[in-house]
């Protein structure tokens, strides 16, 4: 029901900026949260910052980092274009890996339901 397709990686320099966004279709993009994970070569695919679906009730604690990007990244999304964004500021080599984007029906727990395919982002030093 909800097919997921990511864009904006590529090589950036250390301390650079990225944006990437990932674009859904569907019509109940709005009752999904979103993340974004990653995944580098050797290690385990890790959630990188999530966001949970806008509700009347909910503007504080709507959003999750993982703390090895708290500050760095920011995460938004924007349900009249079907689109979220991960906005990641001041990168390091460490950054560099395959991200995802996923889909959830749960909250804070996040179980995606569906996966993008995928964008890379080097970051050189």
């Known amino acids: 029901q909800v097919q997921l397709g990511e864009s904006g990686g590529g090589l950036v320099q250390a301390g650079g900026s990225l944006r990437l966004s990932c674009v859904a279709s569907?019509?109940?993009?709005?009752?999904?949260?979103m993340a974004w994970f990653r995944q580098a070569p050797g290690k385990e695919r890790e959630i990188v910052a999530a966001?949970?679906?806008?509700?009347?009730?909910?503007?504080?604690?709507?959003?999750y980092y993982a703390d090895s990007v708290k500050g760095r990244f920011t995460i938004s999304r924007d349900d009249a274009k079907n689109t979220v964004y991960l906005q990641m500021n001041s990168l390091k080599p460490a950054d560099t890996a395959q991200y995802y984007c996923a889909a959830s029906t749960t909250w804070p727990s996040i179980s995606p339901d569906y996966w993008g395919q995928g964008t890379q982002v080097t970051v050189s030093s």
């Open positions: 966001i949970r679906w806008n509700s009347s009730v909910a503007y504080y604690g709507r959003q």
């Open positions: 569907g019509r109940t993009f709005g009752a999904y949260a």
